[in-house]
C-alpha cells in the first residue's frame, strides 16, 4: 500500500469492534448489513479514525498514525 490510509473504528461500550473498516477512500457508506448491526448497538456509538502515510505496506517515518478526536451518535429507530 501506498499513499494515506484510513482505518475507520465504530465502538460501544460493549463491544469495542462494532466496525472497523481499513481503506484508502476518504468517504465510507457501510453495506446494509453492517449499517444494521450499528443501527442495532442500541446506544451511543463512537467513530474514531486513524490515518498514516504508507510507502511499500509500512507506515513512513513521519507519517503518522494520527487518532482522530472521537465522535460520538446514536442511531434512531425508525
Do not use: C, H, I
Amino acid at each position: 500500500m501506498n499513499g494515506r490510509a484510513y482505518f475507520l473504528v465504530l465502538a460501544t461500550d460493549t463491544d469495542k469492534k462494532l466496525l472497523r473498516v481499513f481503506t484508502q477512500a476518504t468517504e465510507y457508506t457501510p453495506s446494509a448489513d453492517a449499517w444494521s448491526r450499528v443501527a442495532a448497538a442500541g446506544g451511543p456509538v463512537t467513530a474514531t479514525v486513524l490515518s498514516a502515510e504508507m510507502e511499500a505496506n509500512r507506515v513512513l517515518q513521519g507519517g503518522g498514525p494520527w487518532l482522530s478526536a472521537p465522535v460520538t451518535f446514536t442511531v434512531a429507530a425508525q
